[in-house]
Protein backbone atom coordinates (compact mmCIF):
# COMPACT_ATOMS: atom_id res chain seq x y z
CA UNK A 1 0.00 0.00 0.00
CA UNK A 2 1.07 3.43 -0.95
CA UNK A 3 0.53 6.47 1.40
CA UNK A 4 0.39 9.91 -0.53
CA UNK A 5 1.86 12.30 1.81
CA UNK A 6 -0.15 15.16 0.50
CA UNK A 7 -3.21 13.54 2.01
CA UNK A 8 -1.59 12.94 5.11
CA UNK A 9 0.24 16.57 5.64
CA UNK A 10 -2.80 18.15 6.53
CA UNK A 11 -3.89 15.95 9.08
CA UNK A 12 -0.52 15.68 10.44
CA UNK A 13 -0.66 20.02 10.53
CA UNK A 14 -4.44 19.38 12.57
CA UNK A 15 -2.48 17.19 15.16
CA UNK A 16 0.11 19.86 15.95
CA UNK A 17 -2.25 22.42 16.22
CA UNK A 18 -4.10 20.58 18.94
CA UNK A 19 -1.42 20.23 20.58
CA UNK A 20 -0.04 23.84 20.35
CA UNK A 21 -3.55 24.96 21.86
CA UNK A 22 -3.23 22.47 25.00
CA UNK A 23 0.39 23.21 25.69
CA UNK A 24 -0.55 27.13 25.43
CA UNK A 25 -3.79 26.96 27.65
CA UNK A 26 -2.69 24.56 30.00
CA UNK A 27 -1.04 24.82 33.23
CA UNK A 28 1.49 21.63 33.75
CA UNK A 29 -0.19 20.17 36.44
CA UNK A 30 1.34 17.30 38.23
CA UNK A 31 4.96 15.75 37.43
CA UNK A 32 4.99 12.27 37.75
CA UNK A 33 7.96 9.42 36.75
CA UNK A 34 7.71 7.88 33.88
CA UNK A 35 10.23 5.77 34.62
CA UNK A 36 14.07 5.81 35.99
CA UNK A 37 14.49 9.25 34.52
CA UNK A 38 11.76 10.20 32.30
CA UNK A 39 9.47 12.63 33.76
CA UNK A 40 6.02 14.02 32.39
CA UNK A 41 3.05 16.28 33.33
CA UNK A 42 -0.62 16.79 33.27
CA UNK A 43 -0.05 18.43 29.84
CA UNK A 44 2.07 15.48 28.14
CA UNK A 45 -0.72 13.01 28.56
CA UNK A 46 -3.22 15.59 28.07
CA UNK A 47 -1.57 15.79 24.39
CA UNK A 48 -1.05 12.24 24.14
CA UNK A 49 -4.48 11.01 24.31
CA UNK A 50 -6.06 14.41 22.67
CA UNK A 51 -3.58 13.60 19.44
CA UNK A 52 -4.39 10.00 19.69
CA UNK A 53 -7.94 10.41 19.45
CA UNK A 54 -7.86 12.49 16.97
CA UNK A 55 -5.74 10.57 14.30
CA UNK A 56 -7.67 7.87 15.57
CA UNK A 57 -10.67 9.58 13.81
CA UNK A 58 -8.86 11.41 11.29
CA UNK A 59 -6.78 8.07 9.98
CA UNK A 60 -8.82 4.81 11.16
CA UNK A 61 -7.29 2.66 8.84
CA UNK A 62 -4.16 3.59 9.39
CA UNK A 63 -1.38 1.49 12.04
CA UNK A 64 -0.77 3.29 14.79
CA UNK A 65 2.35 4.05 16.50
CA UNK A 66 2.98 2.27 19.91
CA UNK A 67 5.18 3.66 22.47
CA UNK A 68 7.59 0.74 24.52
CA UNK A 69 7.67 1.01 27.95
CA UNK A 70 4.52 2.87 28.46
CA UNK A 71 2.93 -0.11 30.75
CA UNK A 72 1.95 1.48 33.76
CA UNK A 73 2.08 5.26 32.90
CA UNK A 74 -1.37 6.75 33.47
CA UNK A 75 -3.01 8.35 30.39
CA UNK A 76 -4.78 11.67 31.18
CA UNK A 77 -8.55 9.43 30.14
CA UNK A 78 -7.48 7.19 33.19
CA UNK A 79 -6.71 9.89 35.64
CA UNK A 80 -8.88 11.20 37.82
Given at each position: ?7 L????E ?9 I ?5 GV ?18 H ?8 E??T ?19
Amino acid sequence: MTIDARTLLPIAERAVSIASEIIRTKAPGVVTAKGDRDMATEVDYAVEHAVREFLSRETPTRDKPSRPGRAGARSAATRP
